[in-house]
């Protein structure tokens, strides 16, 4: 009888060990399960934003790309302009025209200077050459 009553207590005593364990364990399961999802968030919303961050980049670049064709492209047609003035105004020949207008045999200074009294007798207002 005794050995039964010892081996009853130590089977309470181990069952209630077990459900001690198992009371903790829940727990702690629950937390690390909640923080393995928030890592997976986590992880997954950092590749997103680094997968957005690569394509604005690129947009981006392409934009600023094609922001100075077209600069590129004005700059052109004004000095184009500015030449096609030159002929009609002055009589000058296209050729003529080109090597007093060209970008490289004056400063942008001097070109300024030279087109301004053109610009303000031909009665054209709003000419901005600033940014040559």
Same mark, same amino acid.
Request: net charge negative; charged share 20%; hydrophobic share 45%.
């Given at each position: 009888?005794? #050995?039964?009553? !010892?081996?009853?207590?130590?089977?309470h005593?181990?069952?209630?060990?077990?459900? +001690?364990? /198992?009371t903790?364990?829940?727990?702690? +399961?629950a937390?690390?399960?909640?923080?393995?999802?928030?890592?997976?968030?986590?992880?997954?919303? /950092?590749?997103e934003?680094?997968?957005?961050?690569?394509?604005l /980049?690129?947009?981006?670049?392409h934009?600023a790309?094609?922001? +100075?064709?077209?600069? /590129?492209?004005?700059k052109s047609? !004004?000095? +184009?302009?500015?030449?096609?003035?030159? $002929?009609?105004?002055?009589?000058?020949?296209?050729m003529?025209?080109? #090597?007093?207008?060209s970008?490289?045999?004056?400063?942008?200074?001097?070109?300024? !200077?030279?087109?301004?009294?053109? $610009?303000?007798?031909?009665?054209?207002?709003g000419?901005?050459?600033?940014?040559?």
């Open positions: 009888m005794l #050995r039964l009553n !010892a081996l009853k207590n130590a089977s005593e181990f069952a209630t060990t077990q459900v +001690e364990r /198992s903790l364990a829940h727990p702690w +399961e937390d690390i399960n909640i923080n393995w999802v928030r890592a997976v968030a986590v992880a997954t919303a /950092s590749s934003i680094a997968h957005s961050n690569h394509d /980049s690129a947009r981006t670049e934009q790309s094609a922001l +100075e064709q077209t600069a /590129s492209s004005l047609q !004004a000095q +184009e302009l500015v030449q096609t003035v030159a $002929v009609f105004k002055w009589g000058a020949s296209p003529q025209a080109s #090597r007093r207008f970008s490289t045999a004056f400063t942008h200074d001097n070109q300024r !200077a030279e087109l301004q009294a053109p $610009v303000a007798d031909s009665g054209v207002v000419i901005n050459l600033d940014n040559w």
